[in-house]
T-cell receptor, first 112, second 113 residues
């Protein structure tokens, strides 16, 4: 079956531009997570969606970052006014409730 | 404040040897400890996981050892193979904190033929 998919796979942008990253979770999964992986580092939690509950935004590093999940399925992570320190791999994961988190391949973002 | 500390940063093992990666945590509220394997250009994939009421879990060549009193857990890869060469992440999760995973910094494993 289809896993978690993310698009684009790579994104190069100029400092100050806005970017949108997309995540398609596994069908039927109720929970969706965004993580960020900086070069040579572990994964850093950004945001969590579970059903119709209010999202846990506690990991978002600044107000330039936002995310939404439409219809309980697809999610978009938006970074406004990108900075060079935003360069990283952005990973999306989904799970059925508290079950195993399945990760997508990530979007590699490079801010010039 | 890093809540899960992982070591070593990198590890080189000969084929057939045992690879050992260690993690330590601080928060006693963690109730689930997974290990993820990541190949270059791919997302992490769950390898094996353990809960704190068990001291050891084995799946094939992979074993987690868990020491609740010391707040430490480790991954042992027996009979390591070149195909095991990847980056390994330990993680921890609190049931009362949106099930988000707190990851260690990763261990890059290279298994020489």
């Amino acid at each position: 079956g289809a896993g978690v998919s993310q698009s684009p796979s790579n994104k190069v942008t100029e400092k100050g531009k806005d970017v949108e990253l997309r995540c398609d979770p596994i069908s039927g999964h109720t929970a969706l997570y965004w993580y960020r992986q900086s070069l040579g580092q572990g994964l850093e939690f950004l945001i969590y969606f579970q059903g119709n509950s209010a999202p846990d935004k506690s990991g978002l590093p600044s107000d330039r970052f936002s995310a939404e999940r439409t219809g309980g399925s697809v999610s978009t992570l938006t970074i406004q006014r990108t900075q060079q320190e935003d360069s990283a791999v952005y990973l999306c994961a989904s799970s059925f409730g508290e079950g195993t988190q399945y990760f997508g391949p990530g979007t590699r973002l490079l801010v010039l | 404040q890093q809540q899960v500390k992982q070591s070593p940063q990198s590890l080189i093992v000969q084929k057939g040897g045992i690879s050992i990666i260690n993690c330590a945590y601080e928060n006693t509220a963690f109730d689930y400890f997974p290990w993820y394997q990541q190949f270059p250009g791919k997302g992490p994939a769950l390898l094996i996981a353990i809960r704190p009421d068990v001291s050891e879990k084995k799946e094939g060549r992979f074993t987690i050892s868990f020491n609740k009193s010391a707040k430490q857990f480790s991954l042992h890869i027996m009979d390591s193979q070149p195909g095991d060469s990847a980056t390994y992440f330990c993680a921890a999760r609190r049931a009362d904190s949106s099930y988000k995973l707190i990851f260690g910094s990763g261990t890059r494993l290279l298994v020489r033929p």
